[in-house]
Every structure is written in structure tokens, then in C-alpha cells.
């Protein structure tokens, strides 16, 4: 089974807002470094968002800072992605993927490049759309 499964997805109207999950196989997530990426019809994967592996902070690509928020749920060993004042152009699938880096009080920086994180999920559509 897949160790990471997100859902959430959907269409929404631009200016809209969307929650995406993402369920682990029971990883202890601050050993880990999590991202969503998103990918889009004929353009490259792109980092959208990050958190350092332990107590450590998040990352956000420019395009989304400011309206998408990422957080993770230890506990429940779930990830979200909250999306607020969506626009068209944030259509598309939707991953998350993490990469094991074991814990520290000094965080690593998670990573804004794909091939670092070993494990990822099916992805989730979200529309954008009138």
C-alpha cells in the first residue's frame, strides 16, 4: 500500500480555498522533511512548500506565499495543505512527498528540489475554475 495518500482535491471557483491531506503509513513526521509539489498539463513538477524535518519551520514557493499554508499534524501523521484565494493558474495535481532526515533541534532545511524525497504520494486534482 502507499505510504502517502493525499485527498482534498477538487474544483473550486478562483478566490475560493481548499484543504488538502496527506495520510502517512504512520511516519513519525519530525523525521522527516515534507513538501507538496504540484504538477500542471505539459510543465515541470514544481516546489510549492516545505517543512524542516523536527520543530522546524516552512518553506514557500513565491507564487503561492502568502495564500497557502502547509502544517503538519504529528499525532494523526498527516499533512495539509491549506489554500486560500486560489487562482486558475494553482490547477493542477497535487503531491506530497517527504524525505527522512532523522530529528535535531537545529532543523535541516527542507529541500525545494524533487529528487531528494524518496517517498510520494498518487496525487490530488484540484480545478481552479468559474
Known amino acids: 500500500q502507499l505510504a502517502l495518500v493525499e485527498s482534498g482535491g477538487g474544483l473550486v471557483q478562483p478566490g475560493g480555498s481548499l484543504r488538502l491531506s496527506c495520510a502517512t503509513a504512520g511516519l513519525t513526521l519530525d523525521y522527516y522533511g515534507i513538501a507538496w509539489f504540484r504538477q500542471s498539463p505539459g510543465k515541470e513538477r514544481q516546489w510549492i512548500a516545505c517543512?524542516?524535518?523536527?520543530?522546524?519551520?516552512?518553506n514557500y514557493a513565491d507564487s503561492v506565499k502568502g495564500r497557502f499554508t502547509m502544517s503538519k499534524d504529528n499525532a494523526k501523521k498527516t499533512i495539509y495543505l491549506d489554500m486560500e484565494n486560489l487562482k486558475p493558474e494553482d490547477s493542477a495535481v497535487y503531491y506530497c512527498a517527504v524525505e527522512y532526515l532523522g530529528f535535531s533541534l537545529v532543523p535541516k532545511i527542507c529541500s525545494i528540489f524533487a529528487g531528494p524525497y524518496t517517498t510520494w504520494g498518487q496525487g490530488t486534482q484540484v480545478t481552479v475554475s468559474s
Open positions: 517543512i524542516n524535518n523536527g520543530p522546524g519551520g516552512s
